[in-house]
Structures are given as C-alpha cells and as structure tokens.
C-alpha cells in the first residue's frame, strides 16, 4: 500500500524542486520529509531520489510515480471538498480554468448565478489555454475546463466533454465582406508561434501561407493594428465581444468556427458543488441566447 502522505511528499518535492522547498509548502522539518521519501522507496522497491551535487533530482522512476501522486493528491484534496459539499451545499469549492475569452464572456453571469443560488460555495477562476487546461484537469489541479477545439470532434484522450456552443469566427480587416483569398498577399497579425497554429491552418485550407508581419496575443494590440492598417487577422466571436474598434470591419467566415465544450476528468457524477456550477453556467447561455 502507497500512503497518501508519502505520496503528498514525493508530488511537493517534484513541484518544487527541492527537500528544502516542499518541507517549506508542506510545513514539514527537512529530516521529516526525508523520512518519508525513504521509506516510499522502501515501499515501492524503487530509487526515487537520486543526489546530484547540493540538491536533489528525480530519476525516471520517481518522475512516473510523482506524476500519479500529484493526480491521486489532487484527487483526494478534491473528496475531501466533494465531501464537505455533500452537506447540503452548505459548503464547496469548484477550481474552473478557461481561455481568456471565455472568462470574460460566459462565465461572469454564471459566477453571479452561483453566489446568488449558493453563497458558501467558493468559485475559484484561472485563466487557461485548453492544452494547458487538460493537463490540469488530470494532474487534479482543476475540476472544470471551458476548452475550444476547431475540430467537429473532441479527442478521445479520458476527459468528459460537454458541449456548450458554438463560436463564429471573423476575418478582421479595413472593408467589410472580404474573403481570406483576397488577403493571399496580405500582411498577417497572428498570436504567438503557440497560438498562431488554428489561423494558419484556416489560410492553408483557403489555398495559402499566411504572411505574418506582426504578432500579438492582445486583441486589442491585433485590433489596433488592424485599425491602422497594418495588416489583417482573424478572430472568435466571444474575443470580438469583448472589444471591437472603430475602423475594424469584422467579416463572418463560413469556412472556420470554434465548438466550445465544458470539460471534466474523472467518473461522473460530479461533485454537487460543480454540478451547481455546470447548472448555472448553462442558465447563463440560455439567458444569453435568448438574450
């Protein structure tokens, strides 16, 4: 049997990087937490910890072991709050992460249904792209994701997916009702070389590489710099709402979307208290279709 403390210990030590540093987060001596990562070796039958100098490093046994220990940590953590929730959602806690223009387009009205419905229930809030935002979900770190994808399907990689809607995207540009083909030879404004890649493959699917003069993550700075001339972009309708310039000619696309899904890991049902949320967070998309 591998002891949930043991475990607790070896994940503090594998996020922070050192004895010194995880007894620090964990409010352990240092001899306590090397106590505890000798005898998980002598319960595992496994070199976890190998010396390197001054510190200390992980070997490839004890990486695999403190990646399963940060899950089944998060995990327990995640019972204990499922428990206290159980009580009449007199208590709770829901941990949700989300891309940017989800944040601040979906989930403030839900946040409000919420607190109004269940006061006691804490809503913590991250900011979050979807990849970054599945490893959390695995690693325990988060109990719901608002993720996109501009696939018709989900990857079938163990989370629950939800769908939510669907997203229209927009070619932003100085003329309204253009095409991308008209911007072939146009100098393009693309986020980062870790966000570019869906506007990229938009262009390739219309027939060409779009040119990338200018880069930015800010839809502000984009939009500016569409204003201004410099170029042209595209972008989701959720971003859009949060702010569009004057001078910006937005421009349906036909051919590209983002299908925007809730995601979830682990066996359903889910905990009450992000049952409550996924319950008012759909409310709000209903008020605002309606809307």
């Not at 995880?22 to 106590?35: E, G, I, R, T, W």
């Not at 990646?67 to 953590?77: L, N, S, Y």
């Not at 913590?124 to 109990?143: I, N, V």
């Not at 709402?241 to 299908?259: F, I, K, N, P, Y």
């Amino acid at each position: 049997m591998l002891d949930i403390v043991r475990l607790r210990v070896l994940a503090a030590v594998a996020a922070h990087g050192s004895v010194t540093e995880a007894a620090k987060a964990l409010h352990y001596s240092q001899p306590s937490v090397s106590h505890h990562l000798a005898r998980l070796e002598a319960a595992t039958g496994a070199r976890l910890i190998q010396r390197v100098g001054r510190g200390i490093r992980l070997t490839p046994e004890g990486e695999l072991l403190a990646r399963r220990a940060t899950e089944i940590v998060g995990r327990v953590d995640a019972a204990g709050a499922e428990l206290d929730a159980q009580l009449g959602l007199r208590t709770g806690r829901v941990r949700l992460v989300a891309f940017s223009s989800a944040l601040s387009a979906l989930v403030p009205a839900a946040a409000v249904a919420l607190r109004e419905s269940y006061p006691n229930i804490e809503l913590h809030l991250g900011d979050a792209h979807p990849t970054a935002a599945r490893r959390m979900l695995r690693a325990g770190a988060a109990d719901l994701a608002i993720v996109f994808s501009y696939e018709d399907t989900m990857p079938d990689d163990g989370i629950r997916y939800s769908y939510l809607l669907d997203d229209p995207v927009y070619l932003l540009s100085s003329e309204s009702g253009q095409t991308l083909a008209d911007h072939r030879d146009s100098a393009w404004i693309a986020g980062c070389p870790n966000c570019r890649g869906d506007l990229v493959r938009i262009c390739e699917d219309a027939g060409f590489t779009p040119r990338i003069a200018y880069s930015s993550d800010d839809v502000l700075v984009q939009q500016a710099f569409v204003a201004a001339g410099l170029g042209v972009t595209t972008m989701p309708g959720l971003a859009l709402r949060t702010h569009h310039a004057d001078g910006v000619q937005a421009t349906e696309l036909t051919v590209a979307r983002r299908r925007i899904h809730l995601a979830a890991f682990g066996e359903p049902p889910d905990p009450p208290a992000t049952t409550a949320f996924i319950a008012a967070l759909r409310t709000a998309l209903d008020g605002r279709r309606h809307g």
